[in-house]
């Protein structure tokens, strides 16, 4: 088979996994580890596609990193192999052996997807052709111009107007100290007359510009209605393309039941999000069902530079992604024995909240790791649960910061709405100061600095959280080195601002301070537990008015 691939190292000692990996949430199988090695040390010598993924020269331009993955399968001889693909394409579109083809390759020569593209193409070329026809481009510098030389004179003749009137104002007021009665009111007649004249005068004027300018804009008429139609007619055709594309991506599960990508995101509130498809696990899956392979184990890794907005380091394994895969692997995977979902598990039953402070007011707790500030869809246990059970009388929201599940420390709560407000207010103004501790893989050259990287939600792949320049909220970190040695850095984070990841994120970036927290399972590589833990605050008293902090050292 050709994409079949054996196992360059004996494996023959290794337990196979009665359960398939849950593509979400996952530390990889060792014969999943042993396939990417293998597969890795292919991409270190391989010359049979060009791709600069940006290894040996991070600052190249047109680099980019890439997904990998590969399949650990058992074939109807019951032997042990694996298959690798990649997600998206190759910058040289080819479609090497050594990787299983895709789902539905769109850019089969004269295929209907290639010309559709090149329909297009012709369309915004017409398009362009319009707006650049001279008769079109002078008519439009015309209106343009009539309309600036139109809000002058308007403009001019509202204050002449404005200075006839308090001409007019005046000469009254003078006419009366000097003319009789009967005469005042010829005059004021003559004035109210000149009124009438000047209004009557600007309302003419506006509607012979109205006009004028009207008979400019349908010259341009038939040039606008022109381009409206390759627009409207561009959009027909992309929509149907889109469509007929959707329609040619069929996916296979274990059972040989196929279903097109439409009818897999029937039940959603979005059309399926570009790339759909396209990414390892359904490439991988789908060949696997197609030539009767068993699928045992999978593991997806990152091979490259870092984009500019997403966490991928080089070599670190990485989940299928939400929007794109989820529904997809929904149904390929359907009937597959697969390990339990961790990320459902509560791992908080054998844990306890320590109090650490506690008055009329607040609640000051020591949060352990894996403990949800407030409950989830799934993981109803939390510190907002258990608190609001072990005093039912507190009213307000109780919660006044959140921590992230993963992330142990100090935790803030009140007791009642009044004291909830002024410490909620109190956030909002900054005026709360706090601090983290963490542990970094990896060794810092400076020894502190400040973190600007503005933050959004990933909503391809919630929870996690992107740069974004544009789109994003701002998002601003102190930091401080405290130890360090040659593979971890100890540091002190006093966040300005408090989004979602926000420390975990200017940690791991590659243009913040490029060194994962360790333990971050997320942006970095999953261990025993986060390595990171809120040890100070300070604050106003809510009631007292007086300056109250509290420091709770890390275990680590």
Request: glycine share 4%; charged share 30%.
């Amino acid at each position: 088979m050709l994409h079949f691939q054996h196992f360059k190292k004996d494996i023959s000692g290794i337990q196979i996994p009665d359960k398939f990996t849950f593509p979400f949430y996952y530390e990889p199988n060792l014969l999943a580890k042993i396939a990417a090695k293998e597969l890795q040390e292919y991409l270190e010598k391989q010359t049979e596609f060009k791709h600069d993924f940006g290894i040996k020269n991070s600052t190249a331009k047109n680099a980019i990193g890439k997904m990998f993955g590969v399949l650990i399968v058992k074939n109807t001889d019951g032997a042990l192999g694996y298959l690798a693909a990649f997600s998206g394409k190759l910058a040289d579109e080819s479609l090497p052996n050594k990787f299983v083809p895709p789902i539905f390759n769109m850019r089969t020569q004269g295929g209907f997807y290639e010309q559709g593209e090149k329909e297009i193409e012709r369309i915004g070329e017409k398009i362009q052709l319009i707006k650049k026809d001279k008769s079109y481009l002078l008519s439009n510098k015309l209106l343009e111009k009539h309309i600036k030389y139109v809000e002058e004179d308007l403009s001019f003749q509202r204050k002449k107007m404005r200075i006839s009137k308090l001409t007019r104002k005046h000469q009254k007021k003078e006419a009366r100290l000097k003319l009789d009665d009967k005469n005042f009111e010829v005059f004021t007649k003559k004035l109210i007359q000149e009124s009438f004249n000047d209004q009557f005068f600007y309302r003419e004027l506006q509607e012979y510009y109205d006009n004028k300018i009207k008979k400019i804009k349908n010259g341009l008429l038939v040039f606008e209605n022109n381009i409206e139609e390759h627009i409207y007619n561009r959009k027909k055709i992309s929509k149907t393309l889109q469509n007929t594309l959707f329609q040619k991506y069929q996916f296979l599960n274990q059972q040989k039941e196929q279903k097109g990508l439409l009818d897999i995101f029937d039940n959603s509130s979005i059309k399926p999000p570009a790339g759909s498809g396209d990414c390892c696990a359904p490439k991988l899956l789908q060949y696997a069902f197609q030539h009767q392979l068993t699928p045992v184990a999978m593991a997806e890794f990152w091979w490259g530079i870092s984009p500019n907005s997403e966490i991928r380091k080089h070599e670190n394994f990485y989940p299928s992604c939400q929007s794109r895969c989820k529904p997809i692997l929904k149904h390929m995977l359907e009937g597959v024995k697969m390990d339990e979902n961790l990320l459902l598990k509560s791992l908080s039953k054998n844990l306890e909240l320590k109090i650490i402070f506690e008055d009329d007011d607040l609640i000051i707790i020591n949060k352990p790791p894996e403990f949800l500030s407030v409950p989830g869809k799934e993981i109803k246990d939390s510190v907002y649960t258990r608190i609001k059970q072990k005093y039912p009388s507190a009213t307000g929201p109780i919660i006044v910061h959140r921590l992230d599940m993963s992330t142990s420390g100090i935790l803030v709560l009140t007791k009642t709405k009044q004291a909830n407000k002024i410490l909620q207010d109190q956030f909002i103004k900054r005026t709360v100061k706090k601090r983290y501790v963490a542990l970094l893989s990896g060794k810092l050259t400076k020894k502190n600095g400040t973190i600007r990287l503005p933050l959004r939600l990933d909503l391809n792949d919630r929870p996690r959280q992107l740069v974004d320049f544009v789109n994003g909220k701002k998002a601003e970190t102190n930091w401080t080195v405290i130890a360090q040695n040659t593979k971890q850095t100890r540091i002190h984070f006093y966040p300005i601002t408090g989004r979602t990841h926000q420390l975990r994120v200017h940690a791991a970036h590659k243009d913040g301070l490029n060194l994962p927290i360790i333990g971050d399972d997320l942006y970095g590589t999953k261990q025993d537990k986060l390595y990171l833990h809120a040890d100070f605050i300070e604050f106003t008293h809510p009631t007292s008015k007086n300056k109250i902090s509290f420091t709770v050292p890390s275990d680590f």
